[in-house]
């Protein structure tokens, strides 16, 4: 058996579903459990509509949500009442929204599950159309039970067992919707943003699969983000050590937490296109893999605040670690890159929520700075390990091009030298990088 997801684009149209379709009807023979996201922009739509309950144009988001997905029914000539019921019931959670005034993570993570629901529809659908005998499953129809941690879940680990025992015993290709799930209270969850992976990864665990891929609208993980550095490489290999890093660090091919559940399972993870199905994409697996080149790629995470907590008062006392992070703690925060001296500690975060009430209480026992507007860069590769001068070579192409440098961090692993820029200088810093390593 193989878990194949599909993202946003390869859903996007009429066109893309039909081609999707087809890759799906080409490898049958593997057994192919299919998670899908919702259609391009769908899942931004219905965030805006959860915000704008209140507001006009709730109802213009509502129209080109219906309009998106009827198009898409109608070039593919599908039975126009296939989403009748979603659009029905999406309605109705915008005006109940809108008397209760009340867009809380919960309700925002209910308006997000129609994105996947109604996807999965089509594309089961249009698979059914074409000969395939397939069926859409809501994620937790067949045991994908989370956390109740609305906008971040986690899966239970009743939900490994639940979903193996579900899936083994379908005869259908079951098309499965990504990024969401549901509490045991029955409450629907989401994942976080681009969660799909996710998703197949731990239902590409939950049942041994033997291969997790995820087809999207590039080649593979590639030496950059090609929107940066257009001539970026696919790679052809890498580490689970070595995307875990770069997915962390930005690279939005594939969720951070799509790494853990593949490789727990020792299960190798498969980047390809979907525009290029051909292609031989990336493959991620256990083991560090050979390259001539040291640096492997270049990752960037926009939308970082930098914090830097001073406490000389404390020089030589304990426990001043301790305090800071109990705070996180506190706050449900989790630290991106972190740098400490004996009495200060600068770190990152991707989020700005409660950021005062944090300042409030690091204030009470050190002075503190923040910066908003941060990028991390990141340099990723298994040969970094080894290899004396690289950290030398980053920062000098840096300085030569004048961008300025603002905290440091390798991990101990060693695979990566990271760093944080201001946002304007994010995308000259991965260019400049890209030249020095790649030569392009
Ligand atoms: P999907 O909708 O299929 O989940 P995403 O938009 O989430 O696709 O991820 C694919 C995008 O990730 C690419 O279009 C590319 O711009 C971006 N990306 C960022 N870093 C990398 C990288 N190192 N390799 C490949 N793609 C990357
Ligand atoms: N549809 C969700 C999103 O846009 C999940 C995903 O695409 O993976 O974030
Ligand atoms: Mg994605």
Known sequence: MIIMKFGGTSVGSADRIRNTCN??????????????????????????????????????????????????????????????????????????TLKNRNNDEKTMDHFQSFGEQMSSKI????????????????????????????GNAEPLDV????????????????????FIGKTEEGEITTLGRGGSDFSAAVIGAAIDAEEIQIWTDVDGMMSTDPKIVPRARTLYAVSFAEASELAYFGAKVLHPKTILPAMKKNIPVRVLNSF?????????????????????????????TLISVDSSRMLGSHG????????????????????????????????????????????????????????????????????????????????????????????ASEINITFIV???????????LHREYFGD
């Open 23 to 96: 890759i799906i009807k080409s490898n049958l023979k593997r057994k192919p459990i299919i998670v899908v996201s919702a259609v391009a922009k769908i899942t931004d739509g219905l965030i805006r509509l959860a915000k704008e309950c209140s507001t006009d144009h709730a109802a213009e988001t509502l129209k080109l949500i219906g309009e998106t997905h009827d198009k898409i029914i109608g070039e593919l000539r599908l039975d126009r009442r296939l989403l009748e019921q979603d659009f029905r019931d999406l309605r109705q959670l915008a005006d109940e």
């Open 123 to 150: 594309v089961a659908a249009q698979l059914s159309k074409i000969g395939v005998k397939a069926k859409s499953f809501d994620s937790w129809e067949l045991g994908f039970l989370t956390d109740s941690e609305f």
């Open 159 to 178: 939900a490994y067992a639940s979903l193996k025992g579900k899936i083994k015993k379908l005869s259908v290709v079951p098309v499965v919707t990504g």
């Open 276 to 304: 290029n199905p051909k292609g031989k994409g990336t493959t991620i697996v256990n083991k560090a893999v050979k390259s001539k080149e040291t640096v492997k790629a270049i990752a960037c995470k926009n939308n970082t």
């Open 320 to 411: 001043f670690m301790a305090r800071i992070f109990y705070i996180f703690d506190k706050f449900r925060k989790s630290i991106d890159v972190i740098s400490t001296s004996e009495v200060s500690v600068s770190l990152t975060l991707d989020d700005d929520e409660d950021i005062d009430d944090i300042v409030k209480e690091l204030r009470e026992f050190s002075s503190v700075e923040i910066s908003k507007n941060k990028s991390i860069v990141c340099v990723v590769g298994e040969g970094m390990r080894h290899m004396t001068g690289l950290a030398g070579r980053t920062f000098t192409a840096m300085g030569k091009n004048n961008i300025n440098i603002e905290m440091i961090s390798q991990g």
């Open 422 to 432: 201001d946002s304007k200088d994010a995308a000259k810093a991965v260019q400049v």
